[in-house]
């Protein structure tokens, strides 16, 4: 048998073949294109300005937000008073500051209990799969049906209004929206084949669970997450607004917005800033939001 020598000569380099692009994660690559994002890093960058302020800002003023000085009302913003005062004398910028500081931490709140309840009873729900899913989802649907609103109205017959009614009507309606987006995930990976090979190596329900499929969920979480952060603030800001949320003298800025539209035609300054104050901060977190789900979004990869 004749061998043919041409078959075995030596492969000609080929230098196109090198990679000229070095190796990255996915966090890393997810955050080199959330940095392209113009919009996106503005409204990160607000979001960590609100954040500072609310936790900073109050601590080194010298005024309260209770303070009040009837000789010192209604006056337009100067430089003594940056935001004005309202009816009673209080100084506008230390209230907007103190109201930032309920919304962010209603936004924690609200991304917290997406984060445990959410994801723990949407992953539980889409990998026991069966009569468990089933039964656990028709609590959820029961639940997503009735109105927030409708939960702070029946906690204020049993509970006085205030910041903790919100707190609760929170936490027995907003985790939600994740725990459907969760299942819905852990249904598409739960069959794949590194779940699989754990099962071969003997790994328990909850380690596949909390070790193997959480993490690949963790995209959609986080966009879930950073997207329901500005609906639980206009969702306090509408409760204070309407009477049914924070109590005076606490400075919301739904409060805050419902003081000053009595006052519009006189002084539109005392519902301006307030209403800035929650369209700025909901924008921002928007924008976020929005460049986080193409920034973690696998298929936009290149």
Known sequence: MQVNLELFKPAV?????????????????????????????????????????????????????????????????????WFGT??????????????????????????????????????IAGFSGGKVDRYMMNIVDVLYSIPVLLYVILLMVVLKPGLTNI????????????????????????????VLAARTIGASNWR????????????????????????AIFTEAFLSFIGLGVSAPMASWGVLASEGITSLRSYPFQLFFPAMAI??????????????????DPRMRR
Not at 35 to 64: C, E, H, R, T
Not at 213 to 227: A, K, R, S, V
Not at 279 to 294: H, I, K
Request: proline share 3%.
């Open 208 to 231: 596949i669970l909390l070790r193997h499929l959480i993490p690949n969920t963790m995209g959609p979480i986080i966009i879930t997450m950073t997207l329901a952060i500005p609906t």
């Open 279 to 296: 369209s700025v901060t909901m924008l921002a977190f928007n924008f976020l939001g929005d460049g986080m789900r193409d920034a973690l």
């Open 86 to 123: 309202d009816n009673l004398g209080r100084d506008l910028f230390i209230r907007v500051l103190y109201g930032a500081r309920i919304s962010m931490s209603i936004g924690i709140v609200a991304s917290l209990l997406n984060f445990t309840v959410g994801v723990l009873y949407g992953g």
């Open 13 to 81: 380099y080929n230098q196109a073949a090198d990679i000229t692009r070095p190796s990255i994660t996915y966090w890393q690559d997810a955050w080199m294109r959330l940095q392209k994002n113009k919009m996106a890093m503005a409204g990160l960058y607000i979001v960590v300005f609100v954040i500072l302020i609310a936790a900073i800002g109050p601590v080194l003023s010298q005024a309260s937000y209770s303070d009040q000085d009837l000789s010192q009302a209604n006056q337009s913003p100067s430089i003594e008073h």
């Open 167 to 194: 707190f609760i009507a929170l936490g027995i309606s907003y985790w939600l929206q994740m725990a459907r987006i969760v299942r819905g995930q852990i249904l598409g990976l739960k069959e794949q084949e590194y």
